[in-house]
C-alpha cells in the first residue's frame, strides 16, 4: 500500500478544535491498520491571513495539488475583513479541483435527540454552479445590482454539471439499497431545473438496478419532516441541496451530526462537514466533532477504494464503529446530542474504542 498524503486545514472558531480531533482519531486508525499516512498542515482561513496575508494563500494551494486528500475545517469567511486577500475558500477549492458533488450523509442513532428513528440517507448536492454567485461565473459575479431598486442574479445549470452529479449520486444509490430520488422545481424552472431532470432521467436507463422517482422541493421539505425514512440516495441542484441538507440534519441532532464530503472525478477528496465555524462557542471546548470525525472516515473509505487501499477501507470501518460505540455513551458525547461530555471526553472515547 502506499502511502496516503493528506492536508490538514484547520479553518476557522471551532475547526481549531474538531479538526485536531478528527486527526488524532485517524492517526490512531491509521496505525492499528497499518495505513501509512503523511500529513501535511496548511494555512488557511482567519489565522493564515495573520501570518501569511491571504486566506488562502498560493502555498496551500499548490500543496493541495500534490494531496490525495484533504481535511477541511469550517471557515468563518463572514467575519472577515473587507480586502482581495480576505476570500471565501470554500468556491476557490471545488472549483480549482472538480469537486463538483457533495455528499451529506444524515442518519439517526438512538437518544441523542432524533426526531425519527431509522433515517439513514444521502444527499448528493450538485457543488459547483446553480444560485451561488461565486460558484457559477469564471470571470466576474452572477448577481449584480443595475441600480439601487433593482438586483438580479443569475443561476446557470448545464447539462454537463447536471449528468455528472447525477451519475455520482446514482453509483452511490447503487452501493445502497438502489433508490434514488431527484428533487428540483421544473414546474416553476422549466428551463434550468427542466434540464437537470432530462439529464436525470437519461442516466435512468444505464442503472436498471436502481428504482427511480422524483419530488419538488417544496414536497421535499415537507416529506423530509414526515418520513425521511422513506428516502436512500437523494441527488439535487445547489442551493435546494443546502438547505435541505440542513433541514435533514435537525431530524437527527442538528449540525453537529452532519458529515459532508466533496468529490469529483476521482482525483482527490475534501473532507467537509456542513456546519459552520460556530464562533458562539469557539475556544470553549463544547464543540461537536461528530461531523468532522465522520467526514474524515468518509475520505478514507473513499481513498481506500479509489486507491484500492484495503487498509484505508478497514481503517475507516473502525472509525464508524468506535464512533457509534462513543454516540451511545452520554458521558462522553456533547451535550448538544444530551450528553454530559464535551470535545475532548468525544475523542478521548472514540480513540479508546478503537483500541478496544
Not at 341 to 352: H, I, K, L, P, W
Request: proline letters at 5%; glycine letters at 10%; charged letters at 20%.
Amino acid at each position: 500500500m502506499t502511502t496516503l498524503r493528506i492536508g490538514i486545514l484547520d479553518g476557522d472558531d471551532i475547526g481549531l478544535e474538531i479538526v485536531p480531533a478528527s486527526v488524532q482519531i485517524a492517526r490512531a486508525a491509521a496505525e492499528l491498520h497499518g495505513v501509512s499516512i503523511d500529513w501535511q498542515p496548511l494555512p488557511i482561513g482567519a489565522r493564515s491571513l495573520e501570518t501569511h496575508g491571504h486566506t488562502l494563500p498560493q502555498l496551500t494551494l499548490d500543496t493541495l495539488k500534490t494531496l490525495d486528500g484533504w481535511i477541511l475545517g469550517p471557515i468563518g469567511h463572514r467575519a472577515y475583513p473587507k480586502g482581495p486577500n480576505a476570500i471565501n475558500p470554500h468556491p476557490i477549492l471545488r472549483k480549482q479541483f472538480n469537486l463538483f458533488a457533495n455528499v451529506r450523509p444524515t442518519r439517526s442513532y438512538p437518544d441523542i435527540g432524533c426526531l425519527h428513528d431509522g433515517v439513514d440517507l444521502v444527499i448528493v448536492r450538485e457543488n459547483n454552479e446553480g444560485f451561488q454567485p461565486d460558484r457559477n461565473m469564471l470571470v466576474g459575479n452572477a448577481e449584480f445590482r443595475p441600480n439601487d431598486e433593482v438586483t438580479l442574479s443569475m443561476r446557470v445549470i448545464t447539462r454537463t454539471g447536471s449528468s455528472r452529479v447525477a451519475r455520482a449520486a446514482f453509483e452511490l444509490a447503487r452501493q445502497r439499497r438502489k433508490h434514488l430520488t431527484y428533487v428540483h422545481k421544473d414546474t416553476v424552472f422549466k428551463l434550468g431545473c427542466g434540464m437537470f431532470v432530462e439529464e436525470c432521467k437519461k442516466l435512468a436507463p444505464e442503472y436498471p438496478d436502481v428504482l427511480v422517482d422524483d419530488v419538488i422541493v417544496d414536497t421535499m421539505a415537507m416529506r423530509l419532516v414526515r418520513d425521511p425514512q422513506s428516502f436512500d440516495v437523494i441527488v439535487t441542484t445547489n442551493m435546494f441541496g443546502d438547505i435541505l441538507s440542513d433541514e435533514a440534519a435537525g431530524l437527527v441532532g442538528g449540525l453537529g451530526m452532519a458529515p459532508g464530503l466533496c468529490i469529483g472525478d476521482g482525483d482527490v477528496a475534501m473532507a467537509q462537514a456542513t456546519h459552520g465555524s460556530a464562533p458562539d462557542i469557539a475556544g470553549r471546548g463544547i464543540a461537536n466533532p461528530y461531523a468532522m470525525i465522520e467526514s474524515t472516515r468518509m475520505m478514507f473509505e473513499w481513498l481506500g477504494h479509489s486507491r484500492k487501499n484495503e487498509g484505508a477501507v478497514r481503517m475507516a470501518a473502525s472509525m464508524s464503529r468506535a464512533t457509534t460505540e462513543a454516540l451511545a455513551d452520554a458521558q462522553a458525547r456533547t451535550g448538544d446530542i444530551r450528553g454530559k461530555g464535551n470535545t475532548a471526553s468525544f475523542t478521548a472515547a472514540v480513540v479508546r474504542n478503537l483500541r478496544k
